[in-house]
């Protein structure tokens, strides 16, 4: 384990100081890491692939704790009306999208349906770790763009139970999907439950007991209980991360997690893309070309247009909605889960999972040379726009910089009143009444 993990960092090292000297993202220096140490390249693999596959769900677990760490319910709240439209509006068109494509490269209705599933998330680690990269995480956009990703993944909980249903009964098990739906909303209730009323009351009360040490090993404990939660209820561990996050970003300590978690996320989240990397196999990339290409366009060209569609219906700028939809083209891991429970139930065509892998790889890759591109696009758009779009265009920018400048007073209301919430007679009962059994314990 040492040694694959030995190989593991000083090629990712190597390759991703190589692309900072060429000035490329460091993701892609860890992609091409991951080819390098795979099994296809060179007829056999340097490093254990179960090994770095459990290094990377560990990765993609400390991804997602953190951005939980970095956002805000009330952020979700504020954003409800853009991120409700904008991710029905992706999900539902590119499901459609690809399920066309899917029926015209004379696939059969399952396998039209997991080809459609597959290309309707966008991934919430390359997306943010893109922005990140970029410097553009302080943007106007990204607040929205994360709410959007946010209800993606919860989606795709859901579209893998509806999946599994019609490949194993053939059929559309109605009560199966709402019983889904009912425990994944009484888990969010929980989550409000904790996140308002305890956790951070409790970290509130032994906060001077807590130094750096303490405090990351709490917090880290409180994410894996949560992802062992959500897994227990059938969800993927990955929304389990962000919950928890979320959760802890409600507390006092929120900055100070963050700043301990970020080296370790930065670790993980390589293995993380170093393992998408090995299992490109480059032979399979020419033989299947042509659907790589066509996939490609079609994520590309889709999520552009749904994701700047959806986010201008709900009432962001053109600007902000097209900066959203450029960032999310590419898909991710819940296409890879996707692809590997129709492998798992033998329901998809063997070719199906190294396609998307590819265009996975290949879409990453593009994303952040897209993402650059959505602004001189903005400027080409509107330069060339009908007057009447581009009065329209002002007026909303107008209006969402009024709605911004309105919001300080809103938050702080709601910052009252979750204050007072917290500081109920039951809530304060619940952490006196835990805080007192752990001085008897001592």
């Known amino acids: 384990m040492v040694h694959d993990l030995y190989i593991l960092m000083i090629t990712a090292g190597i390759v991703s100081l190589l692309f900072k000297l060429m000035k490329q993202p460091v993701v892609l220096g860890y992609i091409v890491a991951g080819v390098l140490v795979g099994p296809n390249l060179f007829g056999g693999s340097w490093v254990d692939a179960h090994n770095v596959e459990a290094w990377g769900n560990i990765g993609v677990l400390f991804v997602l704790f953190?951005?939980?760490?970095?956002?805000?319910?009330?952020?979700?709240?504020?954003?409800?009306?853009?991120?409700?439209?904008?991710?029905?509006?992706?999900?539902?068109?590119?499901?459609?999208?690809g399920f066309g494509v899917g029926k015209w490269a004379e696939m059969d209705m399952l396998n039209a349906l997991f080809l459609a599933g597959m290309l309707c998330m966008s991934s919430t680690t390359i997306v943010m770790k893109a922005v990140d990269e970029a410097g553009l995480s302080k943007e106007r956009f990204v607040k929205g763009a994360t709410s959007i990703l946010i209800i993606e993944d919860v989606v795709a909980?859901?579209?893998?139970?509806?999946?599994?249903?019609?490949?194993?009964?053939?059929?559309?098990?109605?009560?199966?999907?709402?019983?889904?739906?009912?425990?994944?909303?009484?888990?969010?209730v929980i989550w409000f439950v904790f996140g308002?009323?305890?956790?951070?009351?409790?970290?509130?009360?032994?906060?001077?007991?807590?130094?750096?040490?303490?405090l990351i090993i709490l917090a880290l404990g409180l994410c894996l209980g949560m992802v062992l939660t959500a897994e227990e209820a059938g969800f993927s561990s990955a929304l389990g991360a962000f919950v928890m996050g979320t959760i802890l970003a409600e507390t006092v300590e929120s900055h100070r997690i963050e700043k301990m978690m970020t080296p370790l996320k930065n670790v993980f989240a390589a293995i993380f893309f170093v393992s998408v990397g090995m299992?490109?196999?480059?032979?399979?990339?020419?033989?299947?070309?042509?659907?790589?290409?066509?996939?490609?366009?079609?994520?590309i060209i889709g999520m552009i247009v749904f994701g700047t569609l959806g986010c201008w219906w709900g009432g962001e700028t053109m600007k902000d909605?097209?900066?959203?939809?450029?960032?999310?083209?590419?898909?991710?891991?819940?296409?890879?889960?996707?692809a590997a429970l129709g492998n798992s139930l033998n329901v998809t065509h063997p070719a199906l999972y190294p396609i998307i892998v590819a265009s996975s790889v290949v879409t990453t890759f593009l994303t952040p040379y897209i993402m650059k591109a959505a602004v001189p696009c903005y400027t080409f758009f509107y330069k060339h726009a009908p007057e009447r779009l581009r009065t329209k265009m002002d007026k909303r920018e107008q209006q969402v910089e009024q709605v911004s400048a309105e919001q300080a007073p809103a938050t702080n209301v709601a910052d009252k009143a979750?204050?007072?919430?917290r500081h109920t007679y039951i809530t304060k009962r619940l952490v006196d009444l835990f805080i007192k059994n752990m001085s008897e314990n001592d």
């Open 321 to 338: 909605a097209m900066q959203t939809g450029f960032s999310f083209v590419q898909i991710g891991e819940f296409s890879f889960i996707i």
């Open 196 to 214: 308002i009323l305890i956790i951070p009351t409790l970290l509130r009360k032994v906060k001077k007991y807590l130094n750096d040490e303490t």
């Open 66 to 97: 953190c951005i939980g760490l970095e956002f805000r319910i009330k952020n979700l709240i504020a954003s409800g009306k853009v991120a409700a439209i904008g991710a029905l509006t992706i999900i539902g068109g590119m499901m459609l999208l």
């Open 279 to 299: 299992m490109i196999n480059p032979s399979s990339l020419l033989e299947y070309w042509p659907s790589i290409l066509l996939v490609c366009s079609v994520i």
């Open 418 to 421: 979750r204050h007072a919430v």
């Open 157 to 188: 909980v859901v579209l893998m139970v509806l999946l599994s249903s019609i490949a194993i009964k053939h059929q559309f098990e109605g009560v199966e999907l709402l019983k889904k739906v009912g425990v994944l909303a009484l888990t969010l």
